[in-house]
Nanobody
Framework: QVQLVESGGGLVQPGGSLRLSCAAS????????MGWYRQAPGKQRELVAG???????NYADSVKGRFTISRDNAKNMVYLQMNSLKPEDTAVYFC??????????WGQGTQVTVSS
């Protein structure tokens, strides 16, 4: 099993920044791909950004150039730096880990609210 705990969410004004963190524990040696997803009220959960164990990244078009995903394998952490935040970025953000056995693990989520 892998356990994921997110932190760093909160209320921020449009144009502001937040940094989300996700701490992994348990069978961390089995983790391959990690990513951040988000779910806004009334909408489906969507991929925000992903990162492989080797550091290759991919982003949703809506966040390219504003968000940066990074990973510290030594600390079993993954981060999401979010800049130039917009009201439409408001959502619950979830950390996801996919093991080499193709099992998916999710964190409990952290709320991000962008509002003036």
């Amino acid at each position: 099993q892998v356990q994921l705990v997110e932190s760093g969410g909160g209320l921020v004004q449009p144009g502001g920044s937040l940094r989300l963190s996700c701490a992994a524990s348990g069978r961390v040696f089995s983790i391959g791909l990690m990513g951040w997803y988000r779910q806004a009220p009334g909408k489906q959960r969507e991929l925000v950004a992903g990162i492989t164990s080797g550091g290759s990244t991919n982003y949703a078009d809506s966040v390219k150039g504003r968000f940066t995903i990074s990973r510290d394998n030594a600390k079993n952490m993954v981060y999401l730096q979010m800049n130039s935040l917009k009201p439409e970025d408001t959502a619950v953000y979830f950390c996801k880990a996919t093991s080499i056995e193709a099992k998916n693990y999710w964190g409990q989520g952290t709320q991000v609210t962008v509002s003036s």
